[in-house]
Each structure stands twice: as C-alpha cells, then as structure tokens.
C-alpha cells in the first residue's frame, strides 16, 4: 500500500442474516466506500467477538487494498471462516511451557 491512503471506519448495521461494516478510504485520486460482512453466525458460535469485528474487517481491506495497489475492483467482500479462524488464532494466548512435568501420583 502507498502512502497518502486513509481508511476511516463509519460503523456497521445489523441485517438479519450478517453484519455489514462500512469503511471510507480516500487516497490521492479517489474516495470510495467498502463494505464487509461478517455472518451472523459466526458471532452466535463464538468464532469472532462483536469488539473484535472492526479490526477483522480492517484487516481484510489492508490486504486487499494491499493486493490491488489500493484499487481493488469489488467494493463488498465476505469475511470468511478461515479468516476468523486466523484472525483468533493470531491473537489467542499463548500457553507457555512448563519446566517440569507434572508431579507423579504417589501410592500410599
């Protein structure tokens, strides 16, 4: 992505089968408007978080602005279960290693 692009997050509305975030980039040119969906589902089954549901978007825009020298062709994209799945993994805890094995059972 060059420089001189900003992208503005305007917010979202609730449809009865998914949520629609609406993002605003204006670059040197242009100014365009995005749309991204996240099923409703994916929320219900606790594979993306409501609070997190801006950032996934934002992260599939960069991308795509990214991909398509901050032009991409589509203006609507559909935010998949593999991208949940990455964004949650990428920002899951992580369990650190114990030094020691668990204590044996002892027979008394």
Request: a positive charge; charged letters at 25%.
């Amino acid at each position: 992505m060059s420089t001189g692009i900003i992208v503005q997050y305007i917010g979202f509305q609730a449809k009865p089968l998914s949520r629609e975030y609406t993002f605003h980039v204006r670059g040197v040119a242009e100014e365009r408007d995005f749309t991204l969906n996240i099923a409703n589902e994916a929320f219900i089954s606790h594979r993306a978080r409501y609070q997190d549901a801006p950032a996934i978007c934002s992260e599939r825009l960069q991308a795509e602005l990214a991909a398509h020298s901050n032009n991409p062709a589509e203006t609507r994209f559909v935010i998949t279960a593999a991208e949940l799945d990455s964004y949650r993994a990428a920002r899951s805890p992580k369990t650190p290693q114990k030094l020691w094995g668990r204590k044996p059972k002892e027979d008394f």
